[in-house]
Every structure is written in C-alpha cells, then in structure tokens.
C-alpha cells in the first residue's frame, strides 16, 4: 500500500495517540478508520445530493438525452 504522511499538530496527534492508546490500536489503524469513515459519509451524502438535483431536474435531463 502507498505511503501517505500526514502533518500533525501536535495536540491533535497526542489526541490520536491517547484514543488509539485507550483503544488498544496503533494510531495508524485508527486514523486509517477516521479517513475511511469521513469518505464514507461524505460520499453517502454527494451521491444523495446528486440524487436529489437529478430528481429535480429529471425532465431537463431527459430532454437534453433525446
């Protein structure tokens, strides 16, 4: 897997390794569910966005397809 780094404040990195400590994690596995977690949500919400604007504009859509 492609190495990716991330620049840290330091308070927010000693929050990280305080939550994965906690958890018994490496702070590597709970940032990489915190990204996955974030793209997740903020994917369910463009898709439902998008839906919406298409549901919106269905007929405009179907016009310019014809």
């Known amino acids: 897997m492609p190495e990716l780094v991330l620049h840290l404040d330091p ?3 000693d929050a990280l390794h305080d939550l994965a400590d906690a958890q018994g994690r490496a702070p ?4 990489r569910d915190a990204v996955r977690r974030c793209l997740e949500e903020e994917g369910a919400r463009v898709r439902a966005v998008a839906e919406r604007l298409a549901r919106h504009h269905a007929d405009l859509l179907r016009r310019l397809g014809e």
């Open 11 to 13: 308070a927010l990195r």
């Open 28 to 31: 590597q596995e709970v940032a």
